[in-house]
Each structure stands twice: as C-alpha cells, then as structure tokens.
C-alpha cells in the first residue's frame, strides 16, 4: 500500500507539475537515499546530516550548472560498469571510505539526467514517468516469479533471495510496459521494447550493488523510512543505475535529443 500511493503520487507530479516542482520532489527521495547511503558507510547521526548536506549542495549546484547529458551518461554508465565488477568479484571487503565517496557520483547523476529528461520536450514528462514505469515493474515481476517460480540463484554470495526466475519475470513484465508505454507515447514499440530491455536488466545492477554494500557492514535493510520497505535507498537503487542506460537507449532511439 505505501509503494502503491508513493507511485501515484510520483506519478501524478511528474505528468502534472513544472520540472523544478518535479525534480524537487524527487531530490527529496533522493536526499533520503543519500541519508541511508551514509548508512552503509557506518556513519552516526551527525555525520549523516553532514553527508545529506553535502549531498544538497552538489544538487543545487550541479542543477544551475549547464551540464551535457552525454558527459552525465558517460559518467554514469563507468560508475555502473565499476559497480558491476564489484558484484562480479564480491565477497571482498570494501573499504568504508570508498563507499561513502561512491554514494553522490552513484546517486547525482541520475537525478540530473531525469531533470533534462524532464524538461525535454514534447514528451518529456511522459518519457520521464516511462522510465520509472519500467523499473516498477522489473521490480514487481521480479518479485512475483521470484516467489512462485524462483529456483537458480542469481548472486548467492551478494542476494540469496535473487533469482535468475526473479530476472526473467522482471524483464517480462517490463517488456510488456514498455509496448503499452510506446502506444500511450504514439511511438514505435519496438526500439522503446529494446530500450526496455537494457533498462531492466542495468536496474538489476543497482539492487545488486545496494545489496553488496549491505551485507559488507552485516545491514539486513538500508532504512525505516517507508512503512513496510527495507528503506528508501532499496526503492530508488534499480532507478540510479537504470536511468542513463534509459537514457542512452532513448538517445539511440532518436526519442530524446
């Protein structure tokens, strides 16, 4: 029930309402994640203040900078590329300052791209939503095979719960979002259905990588922010890696300029 209201009323702010009001609403969650971020480095109370302060300011400066999109994609897409490796290679200790350095060049750049996305016209709210649209549903498909049909691990030593069923359901229930948002968007489905695709499967990265850095401090959930969810960094995690590979798929597409 709390996933479902957050969602429409999510929704609602990114089809309805300027992009600064949107994105402001959006750094909110964001801001939350950095605060469970600083978490995952071990910090107390005061420090993570600190770090979401921090985190504030390299928002609202790097928002009034005239940032290309293809420098925040590259920068994202090395970030996620570093992360996955981490994956790959994990059991390994990870160093607490490296995560802490690692939580706004995770976090910042998505925020960024989904504020050009935005303001892109003249689908860019659509488009935008779109994109949250697809990670919702890897996650809901995920979870629904996952619990009926989950038999092969996907990452053992990372997520036990996580499966290759859970992966498949995940991008199936995605693909089909994608063919009713490209007809909503009077587009062609099948480059949105490809973008789709890539989307889905970079998102699982992002809960991987969340998940590692859990269990390297022993952190069964990331926080209590969300009644019934293991913290709002688990909510967004799929959507910070997901977003430029998005991102890229559209610009490829010739969707998004």
């Known amino acids: 029930m709390t996933g479902l209201a957050l969602g429409i009323a999510v929704a609602a702010t990114l089809l309805f309402l300027p992009t600064a009001i949107a994105l402001g609403v959006l750094a909110l969650l964001w801001l939350a994640g950095a605060w469970e971020w600083a978490g995952l480095a071990r910090c107390g109370t005061a420090a993570r203040w600190v ?3 921090v985190f504030l300011l390299l928002m609202l400066t790097a928002g009034r900078l005239p940032v290309r999109i293809d420098f925040l994609l590259a920068v994202a897409l090395a970030v996620w590329c570093v992360a996955f490796l981490g ?11 490296w995560v802490l350095v690692a939580g706004p060049v995770a976090l910042l750049p998505s925020w960024l791209i989904l504020k050009l996305m935005h303001a892109a016209q003249p689908r860019g709210p659509e488009l935008t939503l779109l994109a949250l649209a697809l990670v919702w549903a890897a996650d809901v498909g995920a979870f629904a095979a996952g619990r009926l049909l ?12 996580k499966t290759w069923e859970g992966v498949g359901g995940g991008l199936a229930l995605a693909l089909v ?3 009713l948002g490209a007809s909503w968007l009077d587009l ?3 480059p949105i259905v490809a973008v789709a695709s890539c989307t889905a499967l970079v998102s699982v990265v992002g809960d991987l990588t969340v998940s590692m850095l859990k269990r390297n401090v022993g952190l069964k959930d990331t926080g209590h922010l969300l009644p ?3 913290g709002v960094l688990d909510r967004i995690d799929g959507l910070i890696a997901a977003v430029p590979m998005y991102a890229v798929g559209l610009r490829i597409a010739g969707v998004l300029g």
């Not at 989950?150 to 719960?161: E, F, I, N, Y």
Request: aromatic content about 12%; glycine content about 14%.
């Open 150 to 161: 989950g038999r092969v691990k996907l990452a053992p030593k990372v997520s036990p719960g």
């Open 177 to 179: 979002v994608a063919y």
């Open 51 to 53: 770090y979401v302060g």
């Open 228 to 230: 019934g969810h293991g």
């Open 87 to 97: 994956v790959l290679t994990y059991p390994r200790r990870i160093p607490l300052p």
């Open 188 to 190: 062609s489905p099948w």
